[in-house]
């Protein structure tokens, strides 16, 4: 079956050292899947993935499973620069019983070609299981190495379900669309939250994103209507996703959230982020963020 749902974009705790906080990441994966989310992507972008090593990474995603949540709810960033880093990141995660592999392309050089692209993850997968279900992750704006639907094309008649999915965080509905439309079998999901509905309405899986830190069973509750085959609802609960997304976008994302979440939970540690991000100075532009919140009865 397609993988679907609503998976947030965990944001990660970290110590005053700069380490992973386990133990606070664990308690918000745990909240978050008792909120209503199907899953989790795990040290993602929010997850400020590449701030922290691969040792770090295995240790949390061990702490995940060793506490009982279940591998197969947890999607694994495991796309870095070097092939081998990648394979040492997705064979772990596969051990631990993880199945789908969220993959960044090589990210560090710029202007590469669709060959290049699509031999990097070729390198990767001819390697891996054949059990092992791969989501491309598009983030042209950060990786600034785009995959274009040539590279899927060419992933998918070589390594055929192996390539299961995409997620499309380019915030651009019309490209989010067009690989829905190209690739029906495949399971894309959006990385913005404002389009849940019209990506779900056209075929798409679900979304897997950062607003979902907060909001999770909003979009829980659109997918739920959507799958209802409740219209009406469905356009109701996404005004709502919509207003979320759009007030914790308005400063840096990741600080935000983290801001949020450390108001919500009383937790001034939940606003530690690793550098080159900063903290947010003050709490002052996040007005509208603890009102969209609270009008989804979210206590912020």
């Not at 379900?161 to 495949?186: C, N, Q, Y």
């Given at each position: 079956?397609?993988?679907?749902?609503?998976?947030a974009?965990?944001?990660?705790?970290?110590?005053t050292?700069?380490?992973?906080?386990?133990?606070?990441?664990r308690?918000?994966?745990?909240?978050?899947?008792?909120?209503?989310?199907?899953?989790v992507?795990?040290?993602?972008?929010?997850?400020?993935a590449?701030s922290?090593?691969?040792a770090?990474r295995?240790?949390?995603l061990?702490?995940l499973v060793g506490?009982?949540?279940?591998a197969?709810?947890?999607?694994p960033?495991v796309?870095?620069?070097?092939?081998?880093d990648?394979l040492?990141?997705?064979?772990?995660?596969?051990?631990?019983?993880c199945r789908?592999?969220?993959?960044?392309?090589?990210f560090f050089y710029?202007?590469?070609?669709?060959?290049?692209?699509?031999a990097?993850?070729?390198?990767?997968?001819?390697r891996?299981?054949a059990?092992?279900?791969v989501?491309?992750?598009h983030?042209?704006?950060v990786?600034?190495v785009?995959i274009?639907p040539?590279?899927?094309?060419?992933?998918?008649?070589?390594f055929?379900?192996m390539?299961?999915?995409i997620?499309?965080?380019?915030?651009?509905?019309?490209?989010?669309?067009?690989?829905?439309?190209?690739?029906?079998?495949?399971?894309?999901?959006p990385?913005?939250?404002?389009?849940?509905?019209?990506?779900?309405q056209a075929?798409?899986a679900g979304s897997?994103s950062?607003?979902?830190n907060?909001?999770g069973?909003?979009?829980?509750?659109?997918?739920?209507?959507?799958?209802a085959?409740?219209?009406?609802?469905?356009?109701?609960?996404?005004?709502?996703?919509?207003?979320?997304?759009k007030?914790?976008?308005?400063?840096?994302?990741?600080?935000?959230?983290?801001a949020?979440?450390?108001?919500?939970l009383d937790?001034p540690?939940?606003?530690?982020v690793?550098p080159?991000?900063?903290?947010?100075?003050?709490?002052?532009?996040?007005?509208?963020?603890k009102?969209?919140?609270?009008?989804?009865?979210?206590?912020?």
């Amino acid at each position: 079956m397609r993988l679907e749902g609503i998976f947030a974009a965990a944001v990660t705790a970290a110590r005053t050292d700069g380490q992973v906080d386990r133990a606070r990441t664990r308690a918000h994966v745990e909240r978050l899947l008792a909120g209503g989310c199907h899953g989790v992507a795990l040290f993602g972008t929010t997850g400020e993935a590449a701030s922290f090593t691969i040792a770090e990474r295995k240790a949390m995603l061990e702490e995940l499973v060793g506490a009982g949540i279940p591998a197969e709810r947890i999607l694994p960033g495991v796309g870095l620069c070097a092939r081998d880093d990648t394979l040492t990141l997705a064979r772990h995660a596969l051990e631990l019983g993880c199945r789908h592999l969220l993959m960044l392309p090589p990210f560090f050089y710029k202007g590469v070609s669709d060959a290049g692209v699509a031999a990097a993850f070729a390198e990767v997968m001819e390697r891996l299981p054949a059990e092992a279900r791969v989501i491309l992750y598009h983030f042209p704006k950060v990786s600034a190495v785009p995959i274009t639907p040539e590279v899927v094309t060419s992933l998918r008649e070589r390594f055929g379900p192996m390539v299961t999915g995409i997620k499309d965080s380019s915030a651009d509905l019309e490209h989010t669309l067009s690989l829905v439309r190209a690739f029906p079998d495949l399971a894309v999901f959006p990385g913005a939250d404002h389009h849940l509905l019209t990506v779900l309405q056209a075929g798409g899986a679900g979304s897997i994103s950062a607003a979902a830190n907060l909001n999770g069973a909003g979009s829980r509750k659109v997918f739920d209507l959507f799958k209802a085959g409740d219209a009406a609802a469905a356009e109701a609960a996404q005004v709502q996703v919509t207003a979320v997304r759009k007030a914790v976008e308005g400063g840096p994302l990741i600080p935000s959230i983290k801001a949020l979440l450390a108001l919500r939970l009383d937790d001034p540690e939940w606003r530690r982020v690793r550098p080159p991000l900063v903290e947010l100075a003050d709490d002052s532009g996040l007005a509208e963020a603890k009102a969209a919140l609270a009008k989804v009865e979210t206590k912020v």
